[in-house]
Nanobody, 120 residues
Framework: QVQLVESGGGLVQPGGSLRLSCAAS????????MGWYRQAPGQQRDLVAT???????NYADSVKGRFTISRDNAKNTVYLLMNGLKPEDTAVYYC??????????????WGQGTQVTVSS
């Protein structure tokens, strides 16, 4: 099983920056894609950005040019640097990981979520 622990959320003014971190731990064979999703009140959970183990990235159109996803494979950690934050970025941000267990079966895990609030 893989556990994901997020950190770095908080309150920031419009135009500000935050960096989210998500560390994976547990017993696994490999961690493949990792990503960030967000969910605003009354809304569905939407993709923000993903990154493969080789570093290939994918972003939602709404965050392209403002957010940057990266990962440290040695630390099993994924980051999300958010610049130029807007009030519409306010949401709970969830970390996600796709991983393989020791039997090479694919599994997925979610973090507990971290609140990001953009407000003046």
């Amino acid at each position: 099983q893989v556990q994901l622990v997020e950190s770095g959320g908080g309150l920031v003014q419009p135009g500000g920056s935050l960096r989210l971190s998500c560390a994976a731990s547990g017993s696994f064979f490999s961690i493949n894609a990792m990503g960030w999703y967000r969910q605003a009140p009354g809304q569905q959970r939407d993709l923000v950005a993903t990154i493969t183990s080789r570093g290939t990235t994918n972003y939602a159109d709404s965050v392209k040019g403002r957010f940057t996803i990266s990962r440290d494979n040695a630390k099993n950690t994924v980051y999300l640097l958010m610049n130029g934050l807007k009030p519409e970025d306010t949401a709970v941000y969830y970390c996600n990981a796709n991983w393989e267990n020791r039997l090479r079966f694919s599994r997925g895990s979610w973090g507990q979520g971290t609140q990001v609030t953009v407000s003046s």
